[in-house]
Structure formats: structure tokens, C-alpha cells
């Protein structure tokens, strides 16, 4: 009986926790740019976007049209700024750190928003119905420095409700 370890490699085993193979990535188009970045995010976060995800897909499907260069899928997100939509994704990408998953005071000072970006993610975060970032940025905004306006422009019952308050 030989004792020298085997030179044949193992074939490797998928993780069960940490092998994810239903995380297909998306291309989405805003502003004449095109991200590609990872759906999870989306399908998690958004009820708009679950239900997309839920009925694209087919040779036929409206929602999303083929690239000619690439054959991949896009997305078009035609009200939607480069702006917004970046300081979405260093949210969803801060976020999904180990590290920071569990206290999200270290996130916000990791990517050190200003109020012009916390606006931006305000403003997506309500038209797509991300309700926990916009519930989470919306106590963070300093919201006398809001102009009604804006407020008005971005929903938020909090927001305008704080503005009233503040007028007394």
C-alpha cells in the first residue's frame, strides 16, 4: 500500500451557504451608459424590480431589448439620472460587506454622502419602491435643508410632514 498522498485532485463541492449560481447579472441602460451589476440587489430590495425579473426573460420580452453588439439584455431606465443610479449602487455594494452589514451608521460614513446624494438616493429609492434605503436615508437628510419642492417631488409623507412642523 502506497502511504504518498494522492496526486489525483478532488472534484470540488459547491457550498451550501455561500455558492450562488441564481444571481445572474443585469444591464441596465440610464443616461446612454450601460451598468452591468449583479440583479440580487434589485430582487431584494424593490418590489418593482422582483416583478421584472419575475416576467422577463423570454425571446419576445418587451421589457428588455438585445444589445447589437453583445446579444445581452438591457434594461432601460429612460427617468432615471447616472447620478442616481451610481449612488444606488455604492449603496448596495457598501452594504453587502460583511462588515458593514451590521451597522449601517459605518456605511453612510464609508461612503460619506452629501446631501446632493442622499437626495439622488432618496429620489430612486421612492420611484422604484426601495423602501428600506429610502426609509434609512430618509432620517439621515437634513431636512431643513430641503426645499419644498423637492420635497414634494420626492413623496416622502416624513419629509413633508418634518417641513410643516418646522413652519410653526
Same mark, same amino acid.
Do not use: C, W
Given at each position: 500500500?502506497?502511504?504518498?498522498?494522492?496526486?489525483?485532485?478532488?472534484?470540488?463541492?459547491?457550498?451550501?451557504?455561500?455558492?450562488?449560481?441564481?444571481?445572474?447579472?443585469?444591464?441596465?441602460?440610464?443616461?446612454?451608459?450601460?451598468?452591468?451589476?449583479?440583479?440580487?440587489?434589485?430582487?431584494?430590495?424593490?418590489?418593482?424590480?422582483?416583478?421584472?425579473?419575475?416576467?422577463?426573460?423570454?425571446?419576445?420580452d418587451p421589457v428588455m431589448r438585445a444589445d447589437k453588439e453583445s446579444? *445581452?439584455? #438591457?434594461?432601460?431606465?429612460?427617468?432615471?439620472?447616472? %447620478?442616481? @443610479?451610481?449612488?444606488? /449602487? $455604492?449603496?448596495?455594494?457598501?452594504?453587502?460587506?460583511?462588515?458593514?452589514?451590521?451597522?449601517?451608521?459605518?456605511?453612510?460614513?464609508?461612503?460619506?454622502?452629501?446631501?446632493?446624494?442622499?437626495?439622488?438616493?432618496?429620489?430612486?429609492?421612492?420611484?422604484?419602491?426601495?423602501d428600506e434605503i429610502f426609509n434609512y436615508i430618509?432620517?439621515?437628510?437634513?431636512?431643513?435643508?430641503?426645499?419644498?419642492? *423637492?420635497? #414634494?417631488?420626492?413623496?416622502?409623507?416624513?419629509?413633508? %410632514?418634518? @417641513?410643516?412642523?418646522? /413652519? $410653526?
Open positions: 500500500m502506497d502511504s504518498s498522498p494522492s496526486t489525483e485532485n478532488p472534484v470540488p463541492v459547491r457550498d451550501e451557504s455561500f455558492y450562488f449560481d441564481d444571481d445572474p447579472m443585469a444591464t441596465f441602460l440610464v443616461e446612454n451608459r450601460l451598468f452591468k451589476i449583479h440583479r440580487h440587489f434589485f430582487i431584494q430590495g424593490s418590489i418593482i424590480f422582483r416583478d421584472l425579473f419575475a416576467q422577463t426573460g423570454g425571446p419576445d446579444d *445581452e439584455k #438591457i434594461i432601460p431606465l429612460p427617468d432615471v439620472t447616472a %447620478k442616481e @443610479f451610481r449612488t444606488l /449602487l $455604492h449603496f448596495f455594494y457598501a452594504t453587502s460587506l460583511p462588515s458593514m452589514s451590521s451597522n449601517k451608521n459605518t456605511v453612510s460614513e464609508l461612503l460619506s454622502f452629501d446631501q446632493e446624494d442622499k437626495l439622488a438616493l432618496l429620489s430612486i429609492a421612492h420611484r422604484f419602491v426601495f430618509s432620517q439621515r437628510v437634513e431636512h431643513m435643508e430641503i426645499p419644498v419642492v *423637492e420635497r #414634494i417631488r420626492l413623496g416622502s409623507p416624513l419629509l413633508i %410632514k418634518k @417641513f410643516l412642523i418646522a /413652519l $410653526h
